[in-house]
């Protein structure tokens, strides 16, 4: 794919305060002159949507498998890739991701501990090459992120899991980020000032 654009993603667990980070972002990347183009995921396309919902959904009588969640995951993702993100990204426009794919390695890897090599077919066979330029990673101790997200109100299907699965998961997160380049961790814990600095701290540094 002949990219013009650049593709940005923001990624953390619950309450990381991926919403305020995703406004930050956006108004410096529109002050800049970009052309901004916002997704989530899963979600972002009419099918995507609906396998968003179908997802965090409870299951009442029947068990979801962990690789059934993963496949929905990467359903989304490639109906977002190729209906959004391509388009936007050819057209010069700045794609800017409410979590991709380090989610899945993170919930589904590390999380649900699914198996490395699985999850990588199908990345590689769903992405090709596309990674992002620049990932923000934004560090929590889930015990903190979990109570933020609880004060918004009910948890879905995956905000249920037990502690132990979101140490697991932000395990993963921090591993990949320690070995992979264009990702940039963010102390999350600070306050939403510091937090929104560290980010434009780092905007800056690699755009500028
Ligand atoms: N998932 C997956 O398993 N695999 C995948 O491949 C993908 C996703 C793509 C998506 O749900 C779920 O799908 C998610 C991962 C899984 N599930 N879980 N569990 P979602 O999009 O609905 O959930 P989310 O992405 O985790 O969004 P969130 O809970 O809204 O998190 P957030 O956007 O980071 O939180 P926020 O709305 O910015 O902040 C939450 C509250 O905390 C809010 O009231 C803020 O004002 C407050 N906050 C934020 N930052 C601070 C600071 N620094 N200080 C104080 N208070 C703060």
């Known amino acids: 794919?002949?990219?013009?654009?650049?593709?940005?993603?923001?990624?953390?667990?619950?309450?990381?305060?991926?919403?305020?980070?995703?406004?930050?972002?956006?108004?410096?990347?529109?002050?800049?002159?970009?052309?901004?183009?916002?997704?989530?995921?899963?979600?972002?396309?009419?099918?995507?949507?609906?396998?968003?919902?179908?997802?965090?959904?409870?299951?009442?009588?029947?068990?979801?498998?962990?690789?059934?969640?993963?496949l929905l995951m990467y359903a989304a993702r490639m109906q977002l890739l190729v209906n959004v993100i391509q388009p936007a990204l050819i057209e010069g426009k700045w794609v800017l991701g409410d979590r991709h794919d380090m989610s899945s390695r993170a919930y589904q890897g590390g999380g649900r501990q699914l198996d490395e090599a699985f999850i990588n077919q199908l990345r590689h066979a769903v992405l090709g090459d596309l990674t992002p330029d620049l990932t923000l990673y934004l560090d929590i101790d889930p015990a903190i992120g979990l109570e933020r997200a609880k004060a918004r109100g009910e948890l879905d299907r995956i905000e249920q899991e037990q502690l132990t699965f979101f140490q697991r998961t932000r395990q993963k997160y921090l591993q990949i980020a320690a070995s992979e380049p264009n990702i940039e961790v963010i102390d999350a814990s600070q306050s939403l000032e510091q937090v929104q600095d560290s980010i434009l701290a780092v905007l800056r540094r690699v755009f500028e």
Not at 10 to 34: D, F, M, N, P
Not at 50 to 58: D, E, H, P, Y
């Open 1 to 70: 794919m002949n990219r013009k654009g650049k593709f940005i993603v923001i990624e953390g667990l619950e309450g990381a305060g991926k919403s305020s980070a995703i406004a930050t972002v956006k108004q410096y990347l529109q002050r800049a002159g970009h052309e901004v183009v916002c997704t989530r995921e899963p979600g972002g396309t009419a099918l995507a949507e609906s396998l968003r919902t179908l997802v965090k959904q409870v299951q009442d009588d029947e068990v979801v498998a962990p690789q059934t969640e993963l």
